[in-house]
């Protein structure tokens, strides 16, 4: 469960400012594995927006996604979206994660950061009111060795298709 609050203003400059808080909760999660902690994490976020483009810094005020000694992390982000089309929408992304801590990544004091990047297209599937389809590819420069979670390489590029329903 993602749960979060927070504001956002629009400036009759055309800049958007949003700031909250983000909590995720896994409520049927035991630990990783001896290497991880509890996945809840708890960051505070700003970003700013000016037209299709949006740039959003989050801080980790509880241990990130599991990582020991993570408390500090920072993520930021540069997001561009772009409607092409009257029910469909492009946006691609450029992220950057930084852990601290003393044990970083676990087993790892060399992968202190990782770099994100993605595309992806969303579409209102129309045949019913709130149902939209995403497919997006999402890639990072981790390292496999230190992001393989019981047998599971999180790591990996990947390619993600769905359908939501919003109400």
């Known amino acids: 469960m993602d749960i979060y609050a927070g504001y956002r203003r629009k400036l009759e400059s055309g800049w958007t400012l949003d700031v909250g808080v ?21 960051e505070l976020y700003a970003g700013v927006s000016y037209g299709p483009a949006t740039l959003k810094y989050s801080y980790a005020v509880s ?9 500090g992390s920072d993520y930021l982000e540069l997001s561009v979206n772009q409607p092409v089309m009257e029910s469909l929408t492009l ?6 994660q930084r852990y601290k801590g003393p044990s970083r990544i676990p087993g790892n004091v060399g992968q ?12 209102d599937l129309r045949f ?20 393989t979670i019981k047998g599971k ?6 390619f993600v298709a769905f359908a939501a329903y919003s109400f």
Not at 91 to 96: I, T
Not at 138 to 144: F, I, L, R
């Open 153 to 158: 390489d999180w790591s990996r590029d990947r």
């Open 22 to 42: 983000l909590r995720y909760e896994y409520p049927s999660s035991n630990d990783f594995g001896a290497a991880l902690g509890s996945p809840e994490t708890t």
């Open 128 to 147: 019913r009111q709130g149902v939209h389809g995403r497919a997006y590819y999402k890639g990072t420069d981790a390292d496999a060795t230190y992001f």
């Open 91 to 96: 946006n691609a992304l450029l992220g950057h």
């Open 63 to 71: 241990q990130l996604f599991g990582v020991p000694d993570s408390e």
């Open 112 to 123: 202190r950061q990782l770099r994100l990047h993605g595309l992806e297209a969303r579409r």
